[in-house]
């Protein structure tokens, strides 16, 4: 067993859930995941194709429809993305797996901006690169922000790799269009790679022209050295599918069909066709989940922010309300309490960052706001005893 | 750019399989992969659970009901396997990465027996790992066999690893229950891990007690430092499903979670119901599979061993036909002239190691026996001409 896997943390959110286990009654809240089923649309497309007999292998970059139908939906938001720039993988996380696989020998500086999903700085540690963490700093009415001097100062010609998550779980900070210049520049200077994890770019909550976060697509031309993750599992509702993919340069994409070959052979053609019929509809599916993840925010953040001791700032983008809860410093303690006291599942701010340590985070994709509002009683009575 | 990952071979098999792209005339054995459908009874069962909306995430490691399900089938063929030695993967090649990057450090020195899967020597390099190889000697019969002698001496405490797949494919060549001992014996000494991939244990066609080949799992204590890999690919028709499992020691299986969590999350779930249904039903699908393809085998090898300048040996186990042809000692130039001046898609033996240059591998997994020999018609007067 090698000592960087076993020195790899086990998910706190799941230490978290296995305190409930057993218990029916906890409203959980602490996956990053919506509780709607995925649309029967999309799902047919599946049954359609397993029926026909699709169960075969197939490209390791993707069915060719599947690779078309993703550039053409990227092109439609950012501007012309040719689909010889698309890998079709086996989940968002698969996709950045496979990118650091690309980009990252053992040894390699990595930088990373947190509080981050666990999964992001987990990856490089296991193909052994030495990891650099860049703190976003909350502010004092509970939005976190970007030292941008600090992340330039990080970013050396060392840095064989930056990763970066805007819209951002678990904080709901965002990039601006501009902060993606000052970064694209500047690690154009150093040659490094970025890697942006953009799966949350639909669910943005801040004006836009396009019902989009700002995208470093929108910015870069097609040879710079970046890549780009996206998922189906957020804008489609189809966490478990399992499928995602990934933008890189031209001239990258054959070797990422052989890492692809390498890891998982390719997706599931039924799953594939699940994926286009899901891009065919996103014109009535996604507006739908976003406006009803609005709703969900626009619902729990004010209710949220009348309980005594609690600060956060609605998120720009994302599906999380991340708060601080004051005289509760021990973020894991906390949410374990919280799930065995008062039947509430929430995930600890350190899972994702010591700098979050005393914060807490709270999905609200949730199909019925009535469990929001419940969770948020259930922590009032929990909170004031 | 990784070097490690320019430097990577592109599949050649796919290189011949690009010969004939838009040619609808060729008869294709190239991928290892029955043309037979998914029995209707596995689709159903994923048909099923997509109705019933199982579209969520799940347990890193597999649904319980899967990993008890592999646990007794497991225990069926090799005694008692208990169910916290299993993890549920995304297909055999992912388990088979996944078991790589959860024992393999860069720098680490792996043995590998060759000829082999391309992939197997391919997942070390991309973890940075000191490959060397082991080759298998042809014998005048055409069969393969080990140099134990060699195997032992190559192996010494600085291997952190072993990587072995018997059923072998492409050579069709299989460990002996004594030869097993011998090598865990030796490892046990060395300190070494074995990587064993048997995911065509089934596919036997020497007399057996229980209708499988020799596994490491019927020698080694449930704590000896041995990863066997399986699929429901091969055994099931289930080639295009991605869904595979690992047996490890149950002190590893907390730490594999971690790695399924970091690289795919979890399988999906109405997958993981399809393969359930699948082990329920091995009783009637497993020996129809192999019988058809023990005809399929008795078929082709006659008929090919009756082609001039043929050599080979009919495979004790997998569902290859690996053949020498006199006179044609470049496989990557005569299995792309087969494809485009015969319409015969064959796999070139070079692709599986240097040592198997001037060889020919046939996937011999034809619903159609009629296929198979219009395949060597093909190919006997081409060679003829």
Same mark, same amino acid.
């Given at each position: 067993m090698r000592t960087a896997l076993h020195d790899l943390e086990a998910s706190k959110i799941r230490e978290v859930a296995n305190a409930g286990l057993g218990r029916d009654d906890v409203l959980a809240?602490?996956?990053?995941?919506?509780?709607e089923v995925t649309p029967e649309v999309i799902r047919e497309a599946a049954i359609a194709s397993l029926q026909k007999g699709e169960t075969f292998y197939s490209h390791n970059l993707g069915l060719p429809e599947l690779r078309d139908a993703i550039a053409g939906y990227m092109s439609g938001l950012h501007g012309k993305v040719a689909a010889d720039r698309i890998a079709v993988t086996s989940g968002g996380v698969n996709a950045l797996m496979l990118a650091i696989q690309m980009l990252v020998d053992a040894g390699d500086e990595v930088v990373a901006v947190t509080p981050v999903w666990p999964n992001l700085t987990a990856q490089p540690a296991i193909m052994g690169a030495q990891l650099r963490c860049v703190a976003l700093q909350p502010q004092a009415n509970g939005a976190w922000g970007l030292d941008m001097a600090k992340l330039l100062a990080a970013v050396t010609s060392s840095t064989k790799l930056l990763i970066l998550n805007a819209p951002n779980n678990p904080t709901g900070w965002t990039l601006s269009r501009a902060e993606q210049q000052t970064i694209l520049d500047h690690c154009r200077r150093t040659g490094t790679w970025i890697l942006a994890d953009?799966?949350?770019? !639909?669910?943005?909550?801040?004006?836009?022209a396009n019902g989009c976060a700002p995208s470093f697509l929108d910015l870069?031309?097609?040879?710079?050295r970046l890549v780009v993750v996206h998922s189906f599992s957020k804008s489609f509702l189809?966490?478990?599918? !399992?499928l995602g993919w990934l933008v890189m340069p031209a001239s990258a994409t054959p070797h990422m069909g052989k890492l692809i070959e390498f890891n998982t052979s390719c997706a599931s053609v039924f799953v594939q066709r699940a994926g286009i019929t899901a891009l065919e509809h996103t014109a009535e599916i996604t507006p739908r989940v976003v406006a009803h993840l609005k709703t969900c925010r626009d619902t729990l953040v004010p209710l949220l922010q009348a309980v005594p001791g609690v600060q956060l700032a609605p998120a720009d983008g994302g599906m999380y309300a991340f708060f601080k809860l004051a005289g509760h410093n021990d973020s894991l303690a906390t949410a374990k309490r919280l799930v065995v006291e008062a039947g509430l599942g929430l995930a600890p701010g350190n899972a994702f960052a010591p700098e979050a340590q005393g914060w807490l985070r709270w999905c609200f994709a949730s199909k019925d706001l009535q469990r929001l509002a419940q969770g948020v009683e259930r922590l009032k009575k929990w909170a004031i005893i």
């Open positions: 809240f602490w996956f990053g995941e919506s509780d953009e799966v949350y770019e !639909r669910l943005y909550y801040a004006p836009s870069a031309t097609p040879d710079d189809m966490t478990g599918w !399992r």
